[in-house]
Nanobody, 125 residues
C-alpha cells in the first residue's frame, strides 16, 4: 500500500502561482510513477502532469505545458507541482496519484492504483 497526502492548494489571483506537494509513504518503490490530475465541477477528471520516479522523465498536458512544472525530492518521497501563470480555467480539485510500472498510459487516470485526498485550487479573475 502507498499513502499519499497532498498540500498547498488555495485561492490565488489569475497570473499568480501555487505549489502543490504530495508526500508518499508506505510501500514506495523506485519503479513507480506519480501523477497529478484535476477535476473541475461538472467536468471529467483530466491529466495534468506525471513523473517517473526512476530517471525523472516528465509528462504534461498541453494545457499546462510551459506553465506547470512537476518535480520530485527522492529523500523526502515527495512530488511537487509548481503552477505559474495560473488561469481561472485551472480552478479544480487537484489530486496526486501513484502506480507501479512503466510510462505506458501515464495520462490515463484508470491506470493509477493509489490516490490522495485532493486539494482545491481556485483561481480568481
Amino acid at each position: 500500500q502507498v499513502q499519499l497526502v497532498e498540500s498547498g492548494g488555495g485561492l490565488v489571483q489569475a497570473g499568480g502561482s501555487l505549489r502543490l506537494s504530495c508526500a508518499a509513504s508506505g510501500r514506495t518503490s523506485s519503479n513507480y510513477a506519480m501523477g497529478w490530475f484535476r477535476q473541475a465541477p461538472g467536468k471529467e477528471r483530466e491529466f495534468v502532469a506525471a513523473i517517473m520516479w526512476s530517471g525523472g522523465s516528465t509528462y504534461y498536458a498541453d494545457s499546462v505545458k510551459g506553465r506547470f512544472t512537476i518535480s520530485r525530492d527522492n529523500a523526502k518521497n515527495t512530488v511537487y507541482l509548481q503552477m505559474n501563470s495560473l488561469k481561472p480555467e485551472d480552478t479544480a480539485v487537484y489530486s496526486c496519484a501513484a502506480r507501479y510500472g512503466s510510462a505506458y498510459a501515464l495520462r490515463s487516470y484508470s491506470t493509477y492504483n493509489y490516490w490522495g485526498q485532493g486539494t482545491q485550487v481556485t483561481v480568481s479573475s
